[in-house]
């Protein structure tokens, strides 16, 4: 019986633990604050409502492109040294006191990617103290070391030719009343695609629910703008949240608000078997 019992120990294998990470995100309300936020209407090669301002215009290539996330136009740029920054820019009415969700998203074969908010009043005035938030997008692809010396799974930035959501999260101050929205190429050679851009009202902040089969042994959330692509590869910078939840416990949840307001993140979880999940919010798409 016990050699019976033995074989049945080596021919079935022990059971994976089953870990399923959900992301709740902050409620978006009310219409886009931002005219023509998708770059349908296009006269002249330069997308109605928006403005293009670089110092050094003959260092980019801006033009409509075909390949959109959604409808049939989008706006590319092409950077062509990185000795300048270049951005579509945009000013918004909005309300004091109030949370808003600037939502934009990129498409980038390289480069560095910059989207930025800052306020100013009714009359053009920019306010003192100045008011600044950001959320940067990178592709592994423009690194110096990519890819002779280094796999792109070491590098921090996202995946190439896949649309991602750049999300920036900010509260207007009681002086506030107009954002101005900037989004473009930051200070290096890059190639990439914006298109539906929207900056509307929002409730709640993101929510991280994790659920397993077997007990958690930890659980950390990190900035992933600073991580590398691949989830096996060193983690770079101290996580936002890290628990390890007492025993017996085998769901857990958690309000993540990242520092800046720009919500990209990673999640670990690991269980009592000792084996690694990972997930990341927002995600990329092709």
Not at 57 to 85: I, K, L
């Amino acid at each position: 019986m016990w050699l019976r019992a033995a074989l049945l120990a080596v021919l079935i294998p022990p059971a994976f633990a089953v870990v399923t990470v959900h992301f709740d995100p902050p409620v978006e309300e009310g219409p886009n604050l931002l005219a023509n936020g998708g770059f349908e209407d296009v006269a002249a090669g330069q997308p109605a409502g928006w403005r293009w301002g670089t110092a050094t215009p003959d260092n980019f290539e801006v033009t409509v492109s075909g390949t959109a996330h959604d409808g049939q136009r989008a706006m590319r740029v092409v950077n062509r040294t990185g000795s300048m920054s270049g951005y579509f820019t945009q000013s918004a009415s909005v309300q004091p006191e109030r949370d808003y969700l600037l939502t934009v998203w990129l498409r980038a074969e390289a480069g560095t990617w910059l989207t930025f908010v800052r306020a100013e009043r009714d009359d053009g005035v920019q306010l003192d103290p100045p008011f600044d938030q950001r959320v940067y997008g990178r592709v592994a692809r423009g690194n110096e070391l990519f890819p002779v010396f280094l796999d792109p799974a070491w590098l921090p930035g996202s995946k190439p030719d896949l649309w991602t959501p750049l999300l920036l999260r900010l509260r207007t101050t009681p002086s506030m009343t107009r954002l101005v929205v900037n989004v473009g190429s930051y200070f290096a050679p890059g190639d990439g695609i914006y298109d539906d851009a929207s900056l509307r009202l929002v409730k709640g902040d993101l929510t991280c629910r994790v659920e397993a089969d077997q007990d958690l042994r930890s659980v950390e959330v990190f900035d992933a703008f600073l991580m590398p692509y691949g989830p096996e590869q060193p983690r770079i910078g101290a996580p936002l949240i890290a628990t390890k939840p007492p025993p017996g416990t085998r769901t857990w949840s958690a309000k993540v608000v990242p520092p800046g307001g720009a919500i990209r993140v990673r999640v670990r979880v690991v269980t009592a078997d000792g084996r690694e999940t990972w997930a990341r919010y927002p995600e990329e798409v092709e």
